[in-house]
Nanobody, 121 residues
């Protein structure tokens, strides 16, 4: 399984950005795909997740109403649409995958991308 993020960059507050994660070798018929972020000096935290069987989603309170997670099965990508970005959204964003149900802790995700930087200032 290989996960490769793209789409990061530098934006001003209030602007939008879409991250994509290319999924290779992932056959998650019943698993969880998630986006995490890690700001400098802070722990990695979950941003959003989607359960592949059924499509149910989860969002951290800090991004509810601003971020949307989606999976494009045809392109085999996981996307994160981010709008109304705030300086506190600045972080390295990672996509991750695991089998089974979605959980909040990064510890349980076995597959990770290399990360993409998002800077809001």
């Amino acid at each position: 399984v290989q996960l490769v993020e793209s789409g990061g960059g530098s934006v001003q507050p209030g602007e939008s950005l879409t991250l994509s994660c290319a999924l290779s070798g992932y056959d998650g018929k019943s698993g969880c795909l998630g986006w995490f972020r890690q700001a400098s000096g802070k722990e990695r935290e979950i941003v959003a997740a989607i359960f592949t069987a059924g499509g149910s989603t989860f969002y951290a309170d800090s991004v509810k109403g601003r971020f949307t997670i989606s999976r494009d099965n045809a392109r085999k990508t996981l996307n994160l649409q981010m709008s109304d970005l705030k300086p506190e959204d600045t972080a390295t964003y990672y996509c991750a995958a695991k089998s089974g149900a979605c959980v909040m802790s990064a510890t349980f995700y076995g597959f990770w991308g290399q990360g993409t930087q998002v800077t809001v200032s």
